[in-house]
């Protein structure tokens, strides 16, 4: 499996960041994993990193409800970026709203980026095809 440069978490919860990266090492598949608490902090770096022309991020998990900024408002800002590049993008939610997934479907529409729904917990099967489509 070829690996990733760098895969992005976004997840208020230290557990399922923690279990995230746990799984990631587990099967090598990341140079770098970097871990951002809410979508203000994610949107900020992944923004000045492609005003720096720096390389970003190629997967990113992305939970919906976090404090500052959700999951809903990262997605509107990151698919305004100029990014040519497909990135994949896996909404981790426990969610079972209705509303979230009319707006999944709707984020997945209206961008090139790829954007997939994925129900909590994630397992390490999960992630191995996650990764793999990447």
Request: aromatic residues 8%; negative net charge; hydrophobic residues 45%.
């Amino acid at each position: 499996m070829e690996k990733i440069n760098t895969i992005c978490i976004i997840d208020d919860d230290p557990i399922t960041v923690f279990g995230i990266k746990k799984m990631l090492n587990s099967i090598g598949v990341a140079e770098q994993i970097k871990t951002y608490v809410n979508g203000k902090q994610a949107i900020d770096s992944i923004t000045a990193m492609v005003e720096n022309k720096e390389e970003i991020p190629e997967v990113i998990f992305l939970d919906i409800n976090m404090p500052i900024m959700d999951g809903w408002q990262f997605l509107e800002k990151f698919i305004a970026l100029p990014i040519e590049r497909k990135i994949k993008i896996n909404i981790v939610t426990s969610s079972i709203d209705p509303y979230d997934k009319q707006q999944w479907e709707l984020y997945n529409a209206k961008t090139h980026h790829v954007v997939a729904f994925n129900n909590k917990p994630i397992r390490k099967g999960d992630i191995i095809e996650i990764t793999k489509a990447a």
